[in-house]
């Protein structure tokens, strides 16, 4: 299939530029890809489409405040962002610079940190901090919260919070699991208590997973790798759903592909450890392990959206993201949400 299959005209006007005043006031569409059939509704009222017994995972990584700006030894401007701390002093990150530094290159960033670029691979530099703390501790101090490229402000202290899903906690990425952000104690809690089972895995989400593919035909597409993890708990509870009739459902894309991406190293089961998945979903793959995924709306030509449009069929989403964009939902990170129903 071509990139181009995956292209649609967003009015500018309809990306979110900040999220809703309370996490669970976003807006909802429902597509039931089986009977081809949506529904406007609201995400308050997503307990009305599960069951008790039905599990629900989520992804528990924590955004690092991966962007930092500084200056190159020759005095031009430049914007880094951290994709992978590799240990203590060096990381892997992409520079946006008026001219791309070479290796041996100096760095200073927060007018205090030297930093030397080691080597370039493709669109990613090996960084070395020369400094007493961390590059974790150094994040932490100095850092922005990595806000998207079509957010366009700067960020501010409440995306501190907002950017972060209520049950983050194992740091590591540079974007958010978005489907995520919807969710507060109360929602969790009737989830709870209607008899959903909560289960979580752990995908480090790098800043590849929302870029635009940008080859002709995406069987060209080289995704990037990111690394997931998956406990016993979750296992068991998927297995206990598979058993007594319950049902899957995703919070995100990451989760989908954490679970996916281990059936698929696994003959066809959800094993619990560690991994990393460059796993690229595209219509035409055959879902092993989720039947229903909650989701944000992806931006045009993205892996994202390939992803979805394998999960509810090509032509089903191009009718949900046309009603979308009739109906003035709102898109992307800080945007609405979808639940769409496995196709087949």
Do not use: W
Not at 9 to 22: E, S
Not at 264 to 287: C, H, M, R, S, W
Not at 321 to 330: D, P
């Amino acid at each position: 299939m071509r990139t181009e299959d995956f292209n649609y005209d967003l009015p500018p006007g309809l990306i979110a530029q900040y999220p809703t005043r309370q996490r669970t006031h976003s807006r909802m569409l429902y597509l039931d890809s089986i009977c081809n059939r949506l529904c406007d509704t609201y995400f308050a009222n997503l307990t009305d489409y599960l069951c008790p017994g039905d599990v629900m995972v989520f992804n528990d990584t924590r955004v690092v405040k991966a962007r930092l700006f500084g200056r190159k030894d020759s005095g031009g401007k430049v914007e880094i962002m951290i994709e992978r701390v590799v240990d203590e002093q060096h990381a892997l990150a992409t520079i946006r610079a008026s001219h791309a530094p070479k290796p041996g290159g100096k760095l200073l960033v927060a007018d205090s940190i030297l930093v030397t670029v080691v080597e370039r691979q493709d669109d990613l530099y090996t960084l070395c901090f020369d400094h007493h703390q961390t590059v974790d501790a150094l994040l932490e101090c100095y850092g922005h919260i990595p806000l998207p490229p079509y957010i366009d402000r700067q960020d501010c202290a409440a995306d501190e919070t907002r950017y972060q899903t209520i049950y983050a906690r194992n740091s590591g990425s540079v974007a958010a699991p978005t489907a995520g952000l919807h969710f507060d104690d109360e929602m969790l809690a009737r989830l709870r208590e209607m008899g959903v089972v909560i289960a979580y895995v752990t995908l480090h989400v790098g800043a590849g997973t929302f870029q635009p593919v940008r080859v002709e035909h995406i069987t060209d597409h080289t995704m990037h790798s990111e690394r997931f993890s998956i406990p016993e708990e979750t296992v068991s509870a998927v297995v206990q759903a598979k058993s007594f009739g319950g049902r899957v459902l995703a919070v995100g894309t990451t989760s989908l592909r954490a679970l996916e991406a281990s059936a698929t190293l696994n003959d066809g089961q959800v094993v619990a450890g560690y991994g990393e998945t460059d796993i690229f979903i595209t219509p035409g793959y055959k879902f092993q392990v989720v039947e229903r995924l909650l989701t944000n709306f992806h931006l045009p030509r993205s892996t994202l959206l390939m992803l979805v449009s394998a999960f509810g069929g090509i032509n089903n989403i191009r009718t949900a993201y046309q009603h979308a964009i009739a109906k003035k939902y709102r898109f992307f990170s800080y945007g609405d949400a979808m639940l769409i129903e496995r196709n087949s």
